[in-house]
């Protein structure tokens, strides 16, 4: 009998469907508008982010810190010394750590408002399906009435129908969160 995994995955669709295929475009061309209307500087700041953040970026650095030191040591015969206490090595490196972190500063800071603006789009389509789903809640329980079938007296039913209140929701969460902090 041959070695065969526990599950199989699950078939792939032959096409998607039109809505889905529609929300990916939508996406798609959402994040190339927000890409197009970035400032010059955020382009800037985005390029230098992931340049800084890449494998090229340390393959640099390790040469011309590594160049550095080894000249400033005496190791490279012919070349003299230029910095040999390593202070402008230093200056230099500090310099560059303030104008790298900004940078990052900057490209996270427009990384939070896109996630920001994915989390309210989240809510809103979150708190539409809840009340969709209240609806038709209802709705299955007036065919149930009508029907003659005692669905009503189901408590997660009653539950069901009773539409949800978001400001309800973050004031209990800030409560319990409240009431968390004072006890630690």
């Known amino acids: ?13 032959d096409s998607l469907s039109h809505s889905l295929k529609r929300n990916i475009q939508a996406l798609e061309d959402r994040r190339r508008q927000e890409a197009a209307s970035a400032t010059r500087e955020e382009k800037i700041a985005e390029a230098i982010t992931s340049f800084t953040g890449s494998m090229r970026f340390v393959y640099l650095h390790l040469a011309l810190y590594g160049a550095w030191i080894l000249v ?4 490279i015969p012919g070349v003299p010394r230029f910095d040999p206490s390593f202070v402008v090595l230093a200056m230099v490196a500090s310099v560059e750590a303030i104008f ?7 490209s996270q800071n427009r990384m939070a408002a896109a996630a920001d603006k994915r989390a309210d789009l989240d809510l ?11 609806t038709l809640t209802e709705l299955v329980s007036a065919i149930a009435a009508r029907l003659d079938i005692k669905a009503d007296a189901n408590p997660d039913i009653q539950e069901a129908k009773k539409d949800i209140a978001p400001e309800a929701v973050l004031d209990e969460i800030e409560a319990r969160q409240g009431k968390r902090e004072q006890s630690t």
Request: proline content about 17%; aromatic content about 2%; glycine content about 2%.
């Open 1 to 13: 009998m041959p070695d065969s995994p526990p599950t199989v995955a699950p078939p792939r669709p």
């Open 72 to 75: 400033n040591l005496g190791v």
């Open 100 to 106: 790298l972190s900004t940078f990052v500063l900057i």
């Open 124 to 134: 809103q389509i979150s708190l539409l399906a809840e009340h969709e789903l209240t």
